[in-house]
């Protein structure tokens, strides 16, 4: 059987997340990753012109993306994290935690929608 765990949510962007670098979207993914005790495997980021970040890192249990719109002050992020050999939900949970604290300098995440699938 998987267990799969989908968080996403659309934050607001405090004004730090707007002096970071391409590669700063990515290091601050896989900070937040590696707090949450998740495994990263890989890593990928694109800067849009005239502005934008896409920003994707790979994880043995799954995938996390963002994509920073500065031109609405939003950070877009999606989280997918399976149950492979044990429950990675409070992982998840925690990443959820960081990433909001990180993005919109708050410990509000009533922003984020969850969807659980199991098969």
């Known amino acids: 059987m998987i267990n799969s765990h989908h968080f996403s949510a659309i934050l607001p962007a405090s004004q730090t997340v707007f002096s970071w670098e391409t590669a700063d979207f990515i290091q ?4 937040a990753a590696q707090k949450a005790e998740l495994t990263v495997m890989g890593e990928l980021a694109f800067a849009f012109q005239p502005q934008g970040v896409s920003a994707v890192i790979l994880l043995a249990e799954s995938h996390v993306a963002l994509h920073f719109w500065p031109e609405e002050a939003k950070v877009t992020i999606d989280i997918h994290i399976c149950d492979h050999q044990k429950d990675n939900l409070e992982k998840a949970i925690t990443l959820t935690k960081l990433l ?7 410990e509000n995440i009533a922003d984020w929608k969850y969807l659980f699938i199991s098969s």
Do not use: A, V
């Open 100 to 106: 909001t604290r990180e993005i919109s300098e708050s």
């Open 28 to 31: 601050i993914l896989k900070n």
